[in-house]
C-alpha cells in the first residue's frame, strides 16, 4: 500500500505531461490545418456534374472577389491586399477583371498598354501562387457585345495564358464576362469552342468559365446545348436590387438540369453598379447559393465612388483595411465570407 502511495505524485505527474503534450499535438495539427491555403486544402479542382470537386472529390463552393478593370485599378494588385484578402476576409479565389473594350482595355489600348496588362496578371498571378489562392482570368467583354468581335485577339491572349500556366493548378480561365444586346448562345457556343480548343491545346485541365447570353443571366438556353467537354462551367451574374425571383428560378432550374454554374460576378445594389442595396434580395441569393453549392464572386475591389466597390470613396489604403473602410457592399461581403 505504502509502495503505491509513493508512487501517486509521480503518476500525477505523469499522466499530466502526457495530456499537456497530447494537448500540444493536437493543437499544432489542427492550427497547421488552419494554415493550409485553399490550394493546399483542394488542389486542382474539377467539374463533377453540376458541381466544383476538389482533389479528394468533395464539392468546392469558392468564394471571392473580383477586381474592378485592371487598367482603372491596377494599384490593387499588391501581395498584401490578396493576402489580406486570403487571411482577414477568408476569400479562396481572387478574379482578375480584364476589360476588352472599355477604358484602355487589352483589344482597344495601346500595344504598351497590352504589355502593361499581361504584365499585371502575371504578377497577380505569381502572387496568387505564393498565396495558394486560385485565381480567374476573366477576358471582361462588356460594350463589345459579342465575343466574337475580338475572337481573334482572345484566340492569342489564351492560347498565350494556357501556354504559360497550363502547369498551374489554381488557375481558373473566363472567356466571355457578359454577352449581351443580340447575342444567341449559339454565337457564344461556337466562339466557346474555339477558345476551348485553344486553350486545351496546352492546358487539359484547367476550369473554363463560359458566359451567356444577356449579361450572363440566361443559363437556360446554355443547359439546353451545353458544351461537350470536361471542366466547364456556365456563368451567372446577378444583382441583388435588380434581379429576383424569376431569375433566381432560372439559375435553379439550369442547376436542376445538371448545368454547372458559377457566379463569377454579383453585387447587392442594382445592375447599374450603383443606386440602392437590397439586402433581403441578397439574402435570398445567398440562401441559394448555399444550398446548391454555387461558387461566388463579389464585385469589385476598388474605393470608386458606385455602391459595388467595397472600399469606401474616401479611403485610399490598397491593403490593410479596417472596418471603417469598407462601404456598406464591403461589410456586408466581408460578413458573408466571414458568418
Ligand atoms: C461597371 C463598373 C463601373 C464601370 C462600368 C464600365 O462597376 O465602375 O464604369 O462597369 O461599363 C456588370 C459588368 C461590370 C459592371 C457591373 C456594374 O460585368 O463590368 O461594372 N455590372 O455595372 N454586369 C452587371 C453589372
Given at each position: 500500500m505504502k509502495h503505491i502511495k509513493n508512487k501517486i505524485p509521480f503518476l500525477f505527474l505523469f499522466s499530466l505531461c502526457c495530456t499537456l503534450v497530447f494537448c500540444l499535438c493536437t493543437q499544432t495539427a489542427e492550427s497547421m490545418a488552419a494554415a493550409k491555403t485553399p490550394l493546399e486544402r483542394h488542389g486542382r479542382l474539377k467539374v463533377s456534374g453540376s458541381h466544383l470537386v476538389n482533389d479528394r472529390d468533395e464539392i468546392v463552393q469558392l468564394k471571392g472577389i473580383s477586381t474592378h478593370g485592371l487598367s482603372w485599378y491596377p494599384q490593387y494588385v499588391n501581395k498584401k491586399a490578396f493576402q489580406n484578402l486570403r487571411d482577414k476576409w477568408g476569400v479562396q479565389v481572387i478574379r482578375l477583371a480584364m476589360y476588352t473594350a472599355e477604358y484602355n482595355g487589352y483589344?482597344?489600348?495601346?500595344?504598351q498598354n497590352?504589355?502593361?496588362?499581361?504584365?499585371?496578371i502575371d504578377?497577380?498571378?505569381?502572387?496568387?501562387?505564393?498565396?495558394?489562392?486560385?485565381?480567374?482570368?476573366d477576358w471582361h467583354i462588356l460594350s463589345d457585345s459579342n465575343p466574337n468581335t475580338y475572337k481573334k485577339q482572345s484566340k492569342a491572349f489564351f492560347k498565350k495564358l494556357a501556354k504559360k500556366y497550363a502547369g498551374h493548378k489554381n488557375i481558373i480561365y473566363e472567356i466571355c464576362n457578359e454577352p449581351n444586346g443580340n447575342t444567341t448562345w449559339t454565337q457564344i457556343r461556337s466562339y466557346a469552342k474555339t477558345i476551348i480548343r485553344t486553350i486545351r491545346q496546352y492546358d487539359k485541365h484547367g476550369i473554363i468559365i463560359v458566359g451567356t447570353p444577356t449579361w450572363s443571366q440566361d443559363v437556360d438556353t446554355a443547359a439546353a446545348n451545353s458544351i461537350k467537354d470536361k471542366n466547364i462551367m456556365y456563368a451567372f451574374h446577378f444583382y441583388a436590387a435588380t434581379h429576383t425571383e424569376s431569375y433566381r428560378q432560372k439559375l435553379q432550374e439550369a442547376v436542376n438540369a445538371g448545368l454547372a454554374v458559377f457566379v463569377s460576378e454579383?453585387?447587392?445594389?442594382?445592375?447599374s453598379g450603383s443606386g440602392r442595396i437590397d439586402q433581403s434580395e441578397a439574402d435570398k441569393w445567398m440562401q441559394l447559393l448555399d444550398q446548391n453549392k454555387i461558387s461566388w464572386i463579389a464585385w469589385?475591389?476598388?474605393?470608386?465612388?458606385?455602391?459595388?466597390?467595397?472600399?469606401?470613396?474616401c479611403c485610399s489604403k490598397t491593403y490593410g483595411w479596417k472596418r471603417s473602410d469598407l462601404s456598406e457592399t464591403g461589410r456586408w461581403v466581408f460578413d458573408m465570407l466571414n458568418p
Amino acid at each position: 500500500m505504502k509502495h503505491i502511495k509513493n508512487k501517486i505524485p509521480f503518476l500525477f505527474l505523469f499522466s499530466l505531461c502526457c495530456t499537456l503534450v497530447f494537448c500540444l499535438c493536437t493543437q499544432t495539427a489542427e492550427s497547421m490545418a488552419a494554415a493550409k491555403t485553399p490550394l493546399e486544402r483542394h488542389g486542382r479542382l474539377k467539374v463533377s456534374g453540376s458541381h466544383l470537386v476538389n482533389d479528394r472529390d468533395e464539392i468546392v463552393q469558392l468564394k471571392g472577389i473580383s477586381t474592378h478593370g485592371l487598367s482603372w485599378y491596377p494599384q490593387y494588385v499588391n501581395k498584401k491586399a490578396f493576402q489580406n484578402l486570403r487571411d482577414k476576409w477568408g476569400v479562396q479565389v481572387i478574379r482578375l477583371a480584364m476589360y476588352t473594350a472599355e477604358y484602355n482595355g487589352y483589344c482597344t489600348g495601346s500595344v504598351q498598354n497590352k504589355k502593361d496588362l499581361e504584365a499585371l496578371i502575371d504578377k497577380a498571378v505569381g502572387f496568387c501562387d505564393d498565396l495558394g489562392l486560385y485565381v480567374i482570368i476573366d477576358w471582361h467583354i462588356l460594350s463589345d457585345s459579342n465575343p466574337n468581335t475580338y475572337k481573334k485577339q482572345s484566340k492569342a491572349f489564351f492560347k498565350k495564358l494556357a501556354k504559360k500556366y497550363a502547369g498551374h493548378k489554381n488557375i481558373i480561365y473566363e472567356i466571355c464576362n457578359e454577352p449581351n444586346g443580340n447575342t444567341t448562345w449559339t454565337q457564344i457556343r461556337s466562339y466557346a469552342k474555339t477558345i476551348i480548343r485553344t486553350i486545351r491545346q496546352y492546358d487539359k485541365h484547367g476550369i473554363i468559365i463560359v458566359g451567356t447570353p444577356t449579361w450572363s443571366q440566361d443559363v437556360d438556353t446554355a443547359a439546353a446545348n451545353s458544351i461537350k467537354d470536361k471542366n466547364i462551367m456556365y456563368a451567372f451574374h446577378f444583382y441583388a436590387a435588380t434581379h429576383t425571383e424569376s431569375y433566381r428560378q432560372k439559375l435553379q432550374e439550369a442547376v436542376n438540369a445538371g448545368l454547372a454554374v458559377f457566379v463569377s460576378e454579383f453585387g447587392i445594389c442594382e445592375a447599374s453598379g450603383s443606386g440602392r442595396i437590397d439586402q433581403s434580395e441578397a439574402d435570398k441569393w445567398m440562401q441559394l447559393l448555399d444550398q446548391n453549392k454555387i461558387s461566388w464572386i463579389a464585385w469589385n475591389l476598388s474605393n470608386k465612388n458606385e455602391t459595388c466597390a467595397l472600399i469606401n470613396s474616401c479611403c485610399s489604403k490598397t491593403y490593410g483595411w479596417k472596418r471603417s473602410d469598407l462601404s456598406e457592399t464591403g461589410r456586408w461581403v466581408f460578413d458573408m465570407l466571414n458568418p
